[in-house]
């Protein structure tokens, strides 16, 4: 009996030793530290009587690496989860290409047919992106899938901003505005008007304005001469420091044939901005002295002049413009349309009635203007066709006729009427306006015999 119960304790033994050799030494070491201190906390326990006391203290075990690895996967139910997402607004732009549309840039944007139609609704100035063109963009502000913000910015200066709210979308427009900077040109011209605005640097709408500011006292189909001068104060928009667009003409010069043209912009106390002499009176006639821009007379008004088709003496009742196909023409005036159509050996005609004295008629056009027919009104300078080649012409021209009580006049030379100028209860407030911008073009000096591109900055308004 006591044998045995010896080999059942050395069984014991063997089994623990067989379980303790299972853990490593650094962990038995381990326990066995942890054992002695607790050990030694439970000899030194207060009695029942001594006041309560916490001792905190901490373990620091040592763990290779492998074991490292078993904790950091270990997961337990009541973890907290620290890998949550904070997620931020998103935005996505869309560019607008040739033949887009609203639903194709809503797809790209992740939106649906359901989603624009919803946002159409929403608001009467949507609208608006239904006349989109390539080149403006649209952002989007997404969040969870549902449209927040929609920014369409139409151009560089302008955006309009869809903005959800609790009834739908608000819309905002935001406009910015550019730094204004006044500059000046000047330049003689050797060759043509344009040529020699190019060589100082102007652009072909800068130069467009100014021949239509001197266009009722120039002829620069006919009239300019090498040696004649200009120069011009305007201005120029900027944009975060670059160069945007250039603004209006300020004040401008022009020395043709001797004879010197000045004009200066005035914008009166009801807010009607035109452009005026030094003395107040209007650089504007009742009559546009050419009706396209910049063209070449290859016909004068010549009453036994031998017709090129027909080959036999013909009176050219008007001046020819040779001018590319397609060039704009322009209505030499305000007035009613009494004529829209064919006429003969015109070709497509238009003919324009100016109050009881006047009338004008325009011929050989490819087309017609927008919106002008027979019983339709036009503006000075609106454009009621383009040149052509249709009836009796040899090439592309504008065949322009000017009457005068039913008599016609030469359009060259035919004394034109001028239209009102500053008002006398008016020209104080004139001349305090403008004798600034007078003394600033007297200041240029004139440019040399060269054509030459003369630069400055003159400040910033």
């Not at 014991?12 to 066995?32: C, D, E, S, Y």
């Not at 009801?270 to 009559?287: L, V």
Request: charge should be positive; include cysteine.
């Amino acid at each position: 009996m006591k044998s045995e119960m010896q080999a059942t304790k050395k069984n014991k033994r063997t089994g623990v030793q067989a379980l303790i050799q299972t853990f490593p030494r650094r962990h038995l070491f381990a326990a066995g530290v942890l054992s002695t201190c607790l050990m030694g906390m439970f000899a030194l326990y207060p009695s029942s009587n001594a006041q309560a006391t916490r001792h905190t203290q901490t373990l620091s075990l040592e763990l290779n690496t492998a074991e490292l690895a078993i904790l950091d996967n270990a997961t337990s139910p009541l973890a907290p989860n620290f890998s949550s997402e904070v997620t931020s607004p998103s935005w996505h732009e869309e560019s607008v290409k040739s033949g887009d549309n609203l639903s194709l840039i809503f797809q790209r944007a992740g939106l649906t047919d359901r989603q624009l139609f919803a946002f159409m609704a929403s608001h009467k100035k949507t609208k608006s992106l239904t006349r989109i063109h390539p080149g403006q963009t649209l952002a989007f502000h997404i969040e969870d899938g549902e449209l927040q913000t929609l920014r369409y910015q139409q151009d560089r200066l302008n955006s309009q901003v869809f903005e959800r709210s609790e009834s739908g979308f608000k819309h905002n427009v935001e406009q910015r505005i550019p730094e204004v900077r006044t500059t000046h040109r000047r330049t003689t011209i050797n060759d043509s008007l344009f040529l020699a605005g190019q060589k100082a640097g102007l652009d072909a709408n800068l130069i467009m304005e100014m021949a239509n500011i001197f266009g009722w006292d120039v002829d620069f189909a006919l009239d300019i001469r090498k040696g004649d001068t200009f120069k011009v104060v305007f201005e120029e928009q900027y944009l975060d420091g670059e160069k945007y667009a250039n603004g209006n003409i300020l004040s401008a010069e022009f020395k043709n044939q001797g004879k010197t043209f000045q004009a200066l912009r005035y914008t009166d106390s009801k807010g009607n901005t035109h452009y005026y002499t030094p003395t107040g009176e209007t650089m504007r006639k009742e009559f546009l002295r050419t009706p396209v821009d910049i063209g070449r007379i290859s016909s004068h008004f010549n009453l036994r002049r031998k017709h090129p088709v027909l080959n036999r003496i013909r009176a050219h009742k008007g001046t020819d413009y040779a001018a590319a196909r397609g060039t704009p023409i322009k209505a030499a005036g305000d007035g009613k349309v009494v004529h829209a159509g064919r006429k003969g050996g015109y070709g497509n005609t238009v003919i324009i009635q100016h109050g009881q004295t006047y009338k004008t008629l325009y011929a050989h056009m490819k087309n017609f203007g927008r919106g002008v027919r027979s019983g339709s009104r036009v503006k000075q300078g609106q454009i009621i066709g383009y040149v052509g080649t249709t009836g009796l012409s040899t090439g592309p021209h504008l065949h322009y006729e000017f009457y005068v009580n039913g008599a016609v006049r030469n359009p060259v030379t035919v004394k034109l009427p001028k239209a009102r100028s500053i008002a006398k209860t008016e020209k104080a407030r004139f001349f305090d306006k403008t004798r600034p911008q007078l003394a600033q073009l007297n200041s240029l000096g004139q440019p040399t015999l060269m054509a030459q591109a003369d630069t400055q900055d003159t400040g910033t308004l």
